[in-house]
């Protein structure tokens, strides 16, 4: 069964086609992906207008690309996945309206799929695909959540954000440095000359007793010390342009200790959830999967303690159609995905919690 994914809930537009067969990960047929960034580094932020506009002229050429990647034809497709949220409203319904039209054109079925879900199995990718049951930890831009997952669409939410997520902690303290948009690689490039230990940061939440976050308290304590760096910079009090005064050396040590926060908390609450849940494996998703530092820390912890953890393969840690289109997959695998859809009605969900998932869709 060959399905073919979209993605547009925010800045990138992500097509992919997948080879589900009876059993087995299915099978990655061809992939492109257009991230808007650059079109909206100059307002510091997603525009979501600019957005769907982009997404508008983006998806049908990478369609194309798609198919002629995988050698295939439009009428080659079984069935077409787009994202149905959660996300941005009109970028969402340029992927969902597309999908539908294509799928009235093609006669075949049209599905729609959460896009944490997508990034939850993004893993099944890889090289090295986990098993189920797994604990999740998804760190993304919008969301911070550890999930216990038994199998496709069994999750349960464990703990989450109760305010930024861990990507907006990335982003923010970014910004605060003056480093662009969205500032999380370049702020984790920074941290690598940095001294983690030259300013102190809170870890919030850390002896919290549950499974939940807080970020945005660390946005301020990087604002306090970069503000406290700049006034005793020789320059004067700060201005609006608050990191100018900040040495190469300063911002490195602010950006090593604000990563150095966010980790340790992911890391700990991560090895909390797997002890709650009596689970071995955990499985990271999402773009802060990327980071190097995450990564090295939850697998020296792993290593330790005779755990297991999973990543995505790098390229498929932010947004991408190959996991809209997997998703989709793996549900199918599953016999979770409702055999009579119907192409040409659909609506969006820009908030849709992963929890509220119905079984079968
Ligand atoms: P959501 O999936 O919650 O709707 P999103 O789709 O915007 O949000 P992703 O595309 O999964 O989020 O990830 C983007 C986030 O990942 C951004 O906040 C970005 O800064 C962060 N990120 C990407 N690479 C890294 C990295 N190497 N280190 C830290 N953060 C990173
Ligand atoms: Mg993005
Ligand atoms: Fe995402």
């Not at 990655?28 to 100059?42: D, F, R, Y």
């Not at 948009?181 to 300013?199: F, I, K, N, S």
Request: proline letters at 6%.
């Amino acid at each position: 069964m060959r399905i073919l994914g979209i993605e547009s809930s925010c800045d990138e537009t992500g097509v992919a086609l997948v080879d589900a067969g009876s059993e087995g990960v299915p099978r990655l047929l061809g992939h492109a992906l257009h991230s808007q960034i650059e079109m909206h580094q100059a307002y510091g932020g997603v525009v979501p207008e600019l957005a769907s506009r982009d997404h508008i002229r983006r998806v049908l050429p990478l369609t194309d690309a798609v198919l002629a990647q995988a050698g295939l034809a439009l009428a080659d497709v079984d069935a077409i996945a787009c994202t149905r949220g959660p996300g941005l409203a009109g970028a969402l319904l340029v992927g969902t309206g597309v999908a539908h039209a294509l799928g009235v054109a093609l006669g075949k079925p049209v599905h729609g799929i959460h896009h944490l879900e997508g990034h939850l199995l993004s893993p099944f990718l890889s090289a090295d695909p986990p098993e189920f049951p797994f604990v999740a930890l998804l760190v993304s831009g919008g969301h911070t959540q550890l999930m216990r997952v038994d199998g496709v669409g069994r999750y349960e939410l464990l703990g989450e954000t109760i305010d930024d997520a861990a990507g907006e902690a990335f982003d923010k303290s970014a910004k605060l440095l003056g480093l662009g948009y969205p500032g999380g690689p370049a702020l984790a490039r920074l941290a690598e000359q940095g001294d983690a230990a030259a300013y102190k940061f809170p870890r919030p939440m850390l002896h919290s007793g549950d499974l939940d976050f807080s970020f945005a308290g660390l946005k301020t304590a990087v604002l306090t010390q970069v503000k406290r760096l700049a006034r005793a910079a020789p320059e004067g009090p700060a201005t609006s342009r608050l990191a100018d005064p900040l040495s190469e050396r300063e911002k490195a040590d602010v950006a090593a200790g604000a990563q150095a926060a966010i980790v340790e908390v992911l890391v700990k609450k991560s090895l909390a959830a797997l002890k709650a849940t009596g689970l071995r494996r955990l499985v990271v998703a999402g773009g802060v999967g990327a980071n190097t530092h995450l990564r090295a820390q939850l697998n020296q912890a792993a290593a330790e303690r005779g755990l297991r953890v999973h990543y995505p393969e790098l390229a498929l840690c932010t947004d991408n159609g190959a996991m809209i289109a997997l998703a989709a997959g793996l549900r199918a695998q599953a016999g979770l995905l409702a055999a009579d859809v119907g192409a040409g009605r659909f609506d969006v969900a820009p908030r849709w919690p992963l929890a509220d998932l119905a079984p079968l869709f």
